[in-house]
T-cell receptor
């Protein structure tokens, strides 16, 4: 049973480009969470999605960031017109349902904006 | 607003010693408190977790102590080993059935010296 899969592991983008981060949850998990970890800091919640629905996006920056979790395929975190401050590690976590508090994390995508 | 405060930021312990990491929270709606262990370049992995209806939970060398009235909890690592060297995050989840969004502490970088 594969764990949470994130790709790419490392992503380098020039300022102004778009970054697309993918997350495939664990088999049987339909709840996906995205977190951002800035260097030397803890993880901060960004968005919570179920299949085809955004449940809570209270941690998402108001502009340039969007997320989706389509009926088929992985969850996507999209960052448009990246800036240097977007450089961070982005982690995806999944759980089978809200009543199960344990969330399993992927290995993250490390985004570097140059 | 930092809802979960973690200390110390870094900790050096001799092999065989006890590592103690403390966390304090403000939101009384939190009712599940997991600890995560993160190695460099990896995602956080669930280590141990506690609910506020118990004051202590032990799993192997890892113990959580919980003080509900003080809104504080701590992780004790007994007989610390060099392989325990990692960053540890405390976290909290509210009891609102709106999902399992984790609020993380700032992290403690533990180094266990041989």
């Amino acid at each position: 049973n594969a764990g949470v899969m994130q790709n790419p592991r490392h992503l380098v983008r020039r300022r102004g480009q778009e970054a697309r981060l993918r997350c495939s949850p664990m088999k049987g998990h339909s709840h996906v969470y995205w977190y951002r970890q800035l260097p030397e800091e803890g993880l901060k919640f960004m968005v919570y999605l179920q299949k085809e629905n955004i449940i809570d996006e209270s941690g998402m920056p108001k502009e340039r960031f969007s997320a989706e979790f389509p009926k088929e395929g992985p969850s996507i975190l999209r960052i448009q017109q990246v800036v240097r401050g977007d450089s961070a590690a982005y982690f995806c976590a999944s759980s089978p349902r809200p009543g199960v508090p344990e969330a399993f994390f992927g290995q993250g995508t490390r985004l570097t904006v140059v | 607003q930092q809802q979960v405060k973690q200390s110390p930021q870094s900790l050096i312990v001799q092999k065989g010693g006890i590592s103690i990491i403390n966390c304090a929270y403000e939101n009384t709606a939190f009712d599940y408190f997991p600890w995560y262990q993160q190695f460099p370049g990896k995602g956080p992995a669930l280590l141990i977790a506690i609910r506020p209806d118990v004051s202590e939970k032990k799993e192997g060398r890892f113990t959580i102590s919980f003080n509900k009235s003080a809104k504080q909890f701590s992780l004790h690592i007994m007989d610390s080993q060099p392989g325990d060297s990692a960053t540890y995050f405390c976290a909290a989840i509210p009891n609102n059935n709106a999902g399992n969004m984790l609020t993380f502490g700032g992290g403690t970088r533990l180094m266990v010296k041989p």
